[in-house]
């Protein structure tokens, strides 16, 4: 593997979203300081502008960062430098997710103090918090990993909004289990036995997309069209 022109594009992708991925993670900590308020409806304004922060910077990645590249037609310029086309998906890969996961960590490191440090809360709703943003992580790797193999316009939006329905979907079934709702009223940090089978499969989906594209690719013969 030309493991310098690798870490190029990586860096090369880092340099041009290096604005949005500033504003993103500016948004995200305004969404924190929201959360942090010391009123209950304040840390649900916080959470769900966070949600809508998070989602969109997926969608920012998949659209401005991988089919861009196709659209406006420099894809072929970049695979006629001396990188073959499954080293430039690696790269996109990895560029991808380690830029989403600028925002993400911020804002698990920060929901987790925003919980802890407010009498109002109970710190039992840091796990379930947790849960869902591995669920915003996955949903976002199926969306990159989708933009990547198929590069494809319609294919990349009918991921998008399949996502977006299932969120919708997800959060009040995950809280209707017994044992969430009690954990989520305690004092004490408890991982129920669905949550931790949530994070469970959660992780799954996230190894399977990411291993999907580096198996997948080989099968793609054609990347210029």
């Known amino acids: 593997m030309n493991q310098p022109f690798v870490k190029f ?3 090369k992708d880092f340099f041009l979203f290096r604005g949005p991925i500033l504003a993103y993670s500016l948004a995200a900590i305004a969404s ?6 010391n009123r209950v409806e304040m840390f649900y304004l916080g ?3 966070i949600l809508t922060v998070l989602i969109s910077l997926g969608i920012h990645i998949a659209f401005g960062m991988i089919l861009e590249e196709r659209t406006r037609k420099t894809l072929p310029f970049v695979l006629s430098m001396p990188v073959t086309p499954s080293q430039y998906l690696i790269a996109k890969l990895l560029a991808s997710l380690a830029l989403f ?9 920060g929901m987790w103090i925003a919980v802890l440090s407010q009498p109002t809360l109970p710190n039992g709703v840091a796990p379930f918090f947790t849960v869902v943003l591995l ?3 996955a949903a976002t790797s199926v969306l990159i990993a ?3 193999l198929t590069e494809s316009m319609a294919w990349t939006i009918a991921i998008m909004v399949t996502n977006n329905i299932f969120i ?3 959060l009040p079934w995950l809280g209707r289990f017994e044992s969430v709702q009690s954990a989520n009223k305690s004092e004490l940090i408890q991982w129920p036995t669905v949550l931790l089978a949530f994070t469970l499969v959660e992780a799954v989906v996230i190894l399977l997309a990411f291993a999907a594209v ?8 054609n990347y210029i069209q």
């Open 168 to 170: 919708n979907l997800y």
């Open 135 to 137: 669920e915003l992580l």
């Open 47 to 49: 959470s769900i502008l």
């Open 9 to 11: 594009l990586i860096r």
């Open 146 to 148: 989708f933009a990547l």
């Open 101 to 109: 996961l600028i925002p993400w960590t911020i804002v698990l490191g």
């Open 32 to 37: 924190l300081i929201v959360a942090s308020g």
């Open 214 to 221: 580096l198996t997948l690719q080989r099968f793609k013969r």
